[in-house]
């Protein structure tokens, strides 16, 4: 079993869509959780950490259920510039080692 | 602002030659990584260090070594390059004391390397 899992997509939704994006993660000792965008032929950057009670960014809320064990991600009103692969990140049991998700891909069509 | 460079974007290396690849950080990190990006394989890690001259197999090391003789850079290196090393690579750096559970890593811009 994978340490993390994405639903790879593609997901192609309308602008100004509500998407959201999961991932489940099996190592139940995992403390860090991170959503990372990457866009394409580019190095991934860090788009917010997941905390346990839940975070805002603007439109971006991530979600974290440790009984569950997976993190989410949801965008709201979708821009053409959110387009991109989000990558799931949950770190290694020790040290400051993290484990990346493949990633989901999103286009934002006009 | 926070940096990581690597020094080259795009490389081309014919079979069995040695491959140097070289990332720098300007954070002060204590931690440096180097990962390679494949489509449906995602990241994984080839090797990381946690100080200077200090260095650890990641996930995946065969066919490569390290060094890290400064602080500031970590070396990636293809002793005898195949074509199945042609691949993404990315460096990454974090800090030891703790931020990285906040900010996780700081990734360089990659290199694209191709082996034929």
């Known amino acids: 079993r994978k340490e993390v899992e994405q639903d790879p997509g593609p997901f192609n939704v309308p602008e100004g869509a509500t998407v959201a994006f999961n991932c489940t993660y099996s190592?139940?000792?995992?403390?860090?959780f991170f959503w990372y965008r990457q866009d394409c032929r580019k190095e991934p950057k860090l788009l917010m950490s997941v905390y346990s009670s839940g975070n805002e960014d603007g439109r971006f809320t991530a979600q974290l259920n440790r009984a569950s064990q997976y993190i989410s991600l949801l965008i709201r009103d979708s821009k053409l510039s959110d387009s991109a692969t989000y990558l799931c990140v949950v770190n290694k049991r020790t040290g400051n080692q993290f484990y990346f998700g493949t990633g989901t891909s999103l286009t934002v069509i006009p | 602002d926070v940096k990581v460079t690597q020094s080259s974007r795009y490389l081309v290396k014919r079979t069995g030659e040695k491959v140097f690849l070289e990332c720098v950080q300007d954070m002060d990190h204590e931690n440096m990584f180097w990962y390679r990006q494949d489509p449906g394989l995602g990241l994984r890690l080839i090797y990381f260090?946690?100080?200077?001259?200090?260095?650890e197999k990641g996930d995946i090391p065969e066919g490569y070594s390290v060094s890290r003789e400064k602080k500031e850079r970590f070396s990636l290196i293809l002793e005898s390059a195949s074509t199945n090393q042609t691949s993404m690579y990315l460096c990454?750096?974090?800090?030891?004391?703790?931020?990285?559970?906040?900010?996780?890593?700081?990734f360089g811009s990659g290199t694209r390397l191709t082996v034929v």
């Open positions: 260090s946690y100080d200077v001259k200090m260095k």
């Open positions: 190592n139940s000792a995992s403390q860090s």
């Open positions: 990454a750096s974090s800090s030891a004391w703790g931020t990285a559970s906040n900010y996780g890593y700081t």
